[in-house]
Structure formats: structure tokens, C-alpha cells
């Protein structure tokens, strides 16, 4: 497997406008380092001690994104670092992130992550819901854009109209909130059909760093 030539195929399809996370959870530190050397920067992580066990070894310009359901009794260990956390699913985990951000005097920037999906085991929020999260306005949070997975299926025509609904949603919310910019859609699997709808940032794993 060649990560350095993973990630430039992935890059020469990318319009400079899309940002590419690499998501190395369960990947080791030598995996990150290859993809850093072929010039990568953000990486993604859905576990909290993985994600601050890396953020302790590797270089300190690596900016680290939080993909994965989040605890709110784990807020506090990735507070002081994290640069973007894209699984906001809760009122009571927005206001952690916010006390968290305050005590280490910075500003977290976050995405709101909307349920997209039939299935109902991913987590997130319905449009409702988001709009009440950025109607709180806390003080050290700042909430960039909004984040949602599509089913896990073959049937390219459901996932096309799961993001679609997101990019609705996204347009919708940004009429009232129009510092929103990120819209966070598309894995290995459906980045091609989440950019043609709109996505302006992809999450992708095991198309750089091979199966897990
Ligand atoms: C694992 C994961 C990804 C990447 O998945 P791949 O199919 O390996 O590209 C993207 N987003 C989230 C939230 C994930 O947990």
C-alpha cells in the first residue's frame, strides 16, 4: 500500500475548495507520519484516548479532527488540542465542549452532526434541533457547519438523496446562520456522490490507509 500515492490520487480529483480529513483511527503513528511527509495535514479520529495518545507523539502542527461519537465526561482530554469536533449530537455535550473550551481559554469549533441516515443507530440531530444548538450562541464555541454519514448501502440513488437532505438542510440553516461554512459529507465509499452535492469536506479512512 502506498499512502503518499492514496492520497494524491484522492487530491487530483479535489477541487481546492474540498478539504480531505484522513482518518487514521486504528492506524499506527507510522501510517500518519507517511501521509504527513506526502504533506497531509488533518487527521481524524473517533476514539478519545487513541486520539490523544497520537496528539502527544506526532507533530504538532497535525490538525486533529474529532469524527466519532463523543462522551461528554470525554471533552475535557481533548479540550486543550482539538481543532474541529464534527459530532456535536446534543445539547448537554455543547455546553461540556463550551466549559471545557472556557477553562482552557480558547474557542472550540465544532459541527453540528445531523441524522441522515435510515438507520437508526447513527447517531444526530434533525433540523430542529440544530437550529436550537445555534440559537444557544455560547460564548467559546464556535459552530462552523454541519456533518452527517449516509446509510451503508450499495443503492447509490438513497445515498445521492441522504445527502441531498443535508445540503437542503445546510442552505436552510446558513439563511439564519451565515457564518456556517463547512459541510462535512462523503467517506471512502460515497465522497464522488457526496461532492457532487455539495460536500466541502470528505472524511476518508480506508481509501488512504487500506481496509480496517
Ligand atoms: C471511519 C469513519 C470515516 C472513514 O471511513 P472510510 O470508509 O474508511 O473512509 C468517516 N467518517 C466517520 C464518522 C468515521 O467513523
Redesign the pocket.
Known amino acids: 500500500m502506498n499512502i503518499k500515492a492514496n492520497i494524491s490520487n484522492i487530491l487530483n480529483d479535489l477541487d481546492e475548495k474540498v478539504q480531505l480529513v484522513a ?1 487514521s ?1 486504528t492506524k499506527p503513528n507510522n501510517y500518519i507520519l507517511e501521509a504527513y511527509q506526502a504533506g497531509q495535514r488533518i487527521f ?1 479520529e ?1 476514539k478519545v484516548q487513541e486520539l490523544v495518545k497520537k496528539h502527544n507523539i506526532l507533530p504538532n502542527d497535525i490538525q486533529w479532527h474529532m ?2 461519537h463523543l462522551q461528554t465526561n470525554k471533552v475535557k482530554y481533548i479540550a486543550p488540542f482539538v481543532s474541529l469536533i ?2 456535536v449530537d446534543s445539547k448537554k455535550l455543547l455546553i461540556e465542549i463550551d466549559k471545557r473550551a472556557k477553562q482552557n481559554d480558547r474557542v472550540i469549533h465544532c459541527l453540528l452532526q445531523i441524522h441522515i441516515a435510515q438507520e437508526s443507530n447513527k447517531f444526530g440531530l434533525n433540523e430542529n434541533e440544530a437550529l436550537e444548538l445555534l440559537e444557544m450562541n455560547l460564548s467559546n464555541i464556535s459552530i462552523d457547519g454541519l456533518m452527517g ?1 449516509a446509510t451503508f448501502t450499495d443503492d447509490k440513488r438513497q445515498i445521492r438523496s441522504e445527502f441531498k437532505s443535508l445540503k437542503n438542510t445546510f442552505e436552510k440553516v446558513r439563511r439564519e446562520f451565515n457564518n456556517l461554512f463547512i459541510l462535512s459529507m462523503g ?3 460515497d465522497y464522488d456522490i457526496a461532492i457532487k452535492e455539495g460536500s466541502n469536506m470528505i ?5 488512504i490507509f487500506g481496509s ?1
Do not use: D, T
Open positions: 482518518v483511527k481524524g473517533n469524527i466519532g464534527h459530532s454519514m467517506m471512502s465509499g472524511r476518508i479512512g480506508s481509501s480496517r
